[in-house]
């Protein structure tokens, strides 16, 4: 109520009802003091942090796992007609939009979008068997 007096003057009965405004004055101030409160207030208790450090490192097993999908992608790039994988090339490796790769490749956007649809179908197809 206390700001509700002090902002009397700011308030314009042609931008917004009175309740409006008072309700809005209410939920900012309420904000603000959340903001002001909880930055000094946490439930984390500092010895804990150091008892769940976990090795961010990948073990031998994930980086087999990881060896094992690059050369099956690998060969299943190779597996593709040319043009389409010259198309993933452009839009997954070298991370270019569709537009970028039509551009590059002096393709129409529609060819482009329809290669990189083909091709990934493909090699769907390629690395379940």
């Known amino acids: 109520m206390i700001k509700i007096w002090h902002k009397a003057d ?3 009965p042609a931008k917004a009802n009175i309740n409006t405004w008072v309700y809005t004055l209410a939920r900012n101030s309420r904000i603000d003091y959340l903001r002001r409160n909880s930055r000094y207030c946490t439930e984390i208790d500092p010895t804990e942090i150091f008892n ?9 097993f994930q980086a087999a796992q990881q060896k094992s999908i690059e050369s099956k992608i690998d060969h299943g790039l190779k597996q593709l007609p040319a043009e389409q994988g010259q198309v993933l090339a452009k839009v997954y490796l070298e991370g270019k939009s569709h537009q970028e790769a039509a551009g590059e490749l002096n393709l129409p956007l529609g060819t482009v979008k329809s290669r990189v649809r083909l091709a990934l179908k493909k090699l769907e197809l390629l690395l379940k068997r």
């Open 52 to 60: 769940n450090i976990e090795d961010a490192a990948d073990g031998p």
């Open 10 to 12: 700011s308030y314009n």
